[in-house]
């Protein structure tokens, strides 16, 4: 008896060692798994922030190239509507939408400086101008800074052993990335 009895505690003991250790890789890997989370969050928030810094200096940029061109109103109207989809946007994936939309619109207020001259010698539109342009690089930053870190989230949910702790705790692969604009991928028409 007390040789099977010390081979059914060696067999529980072994037993309740792997149940220890994969239910710590589990815990382990949650808590890598929401601080990830927590990091695509973060880097979202501060893509958020300077996309609000952008859509509040819009106004005045509008305001003051109205003043040097009052019959451009569609490209005004263009501009308060995508301005008007971002800041109501509720999600990431709608945020991303309508910040395509509204470089589109801001695109043709800066067309209007080549059609209006008179607004490249005004000093306050090319404060707001070098303004807008310091803010576009900072959402420049911020978006290559959110897409890391849901690339570094993607991949480790991916990964083994991982891929099936994300499962049974809930974590999904996120594809919220920025991505170009249309716009932005067709080659500009450059002519001497």
């Known amino acids: 008896m007390s040789r099977g009895l010390g081979i059914t505690l060696a067999v529980l003991g072994v037993l309740l060692l792997v149940v220890f250790v994969v239910f710590g890789s589990y815990v382990s890997a949650r808590n890598q798994m929401v601080g990830k989370d927590q990091a695509v969050k973060a880097a979202w928030s501060e893509v958020d922030v300077q996309l609000e810094r952008r859509a509040d200096l819009i106004p005045n940029l509008v305001s003051t190239v109205k003043g040097f061109t009052k019959e451009e ?80 989230y993607n991949t480790y949910i991916l990964q083994f052993p991982n891929s099936i702790w994300a499962g049974i705790a809930g974590f999904h692969q996120n594809n919220a990335y920025f991505t170009a604009s249309p716009a932005a991928q067709t080659v500009p028409n450059v002519s001497f």
């Not at 109103?73 to 800041?87: E, K, N, T, W």
């Not at 395509?100 to 080549?114: F, I, M, P, S, Y």
């Open 73 to 152: 109103s569609s490209v005004f109207a263009d501009i308060a509507q995508a301005r008007d989809g971002l800041m109501n946007a509720q999600t990431p994936e709608a945020k991303i939408a309508a910040n395509n939309q509204l470089d589109g619109a801001l695109a043709k207020v800066l067309v209007l400086t080549e059609n209006y001259p008179q607004l490249r010698s005004s000093d306050q539109f090319m404060r707001l101008q070098d303004e807008l342009s310091g803010t576009e690089n900072r959402i420049s930053v911020a978006r290559k800074r959110y897409n890391d870190a849901i690339q570094d």
